[in-house]
Nanobody
Framework: QVQLVESGGGLVQPGGSLRLSCAAS????????MGWYRQAPGKQRELVAS???????RYADSVKGRFTISRDNAKNTVYLQMNNVKPEDTAVYYC?????????WGQGTQVTVSS
């Protein structure tokens, strides 16, 4: 059974930092591309950042220079370091694992940026 479990969300002030984690089980983690997506109320889910099995990364323009995605294959975990957060970063953040036709999602973790 495949499980992706996100953690690390919460309330943070504008300009602050937060680190999200996603622990995977039930998949051969190192061969999967991993991604973080987010969905704000009334908006479509969007890609925030992704990292391939060979550590190539890409980011949404809105988070470039502020967020960093990384992975630890020994721990089957992907991270999203969020720095200098803004109110518009408020959303539910979802972890995704993808390889060919296999596509898995976590349950999401809420991030709220507010003073």
């Amino acid at each position: 059974q495949v499980q992706l479990v996100e953690s690390g969300g919460g309330l943070v002030q504008p300009g602050g930092s937060l680190r999200l984690s996603c622990a995977a089980s039930g998949i051969f983690f190192s061969i999967y591309a991993m991604g973080w997506y987010r969905q704000a109320p009334g908006k479509q889910r969007e890609l925030v950042a992704s990292i391939t099995s060979y550590d190539s990364t890409r980011y949404a323009d809105s988070v470039k220079g502020r967020f960093t995605i990384s992975r630890d294959n020994a721990k089957n975990t992907v991270y999203l370091q969020m720095n200098n957060v803004k109110p518009e970063d408020t959303a539910v953040y979802y972890c995704n694992a993808n390889r060919a036709a296999n596509d898995y999602w976590g349950q999401g973790t809420q991030v709220t940026v507010s003073s």
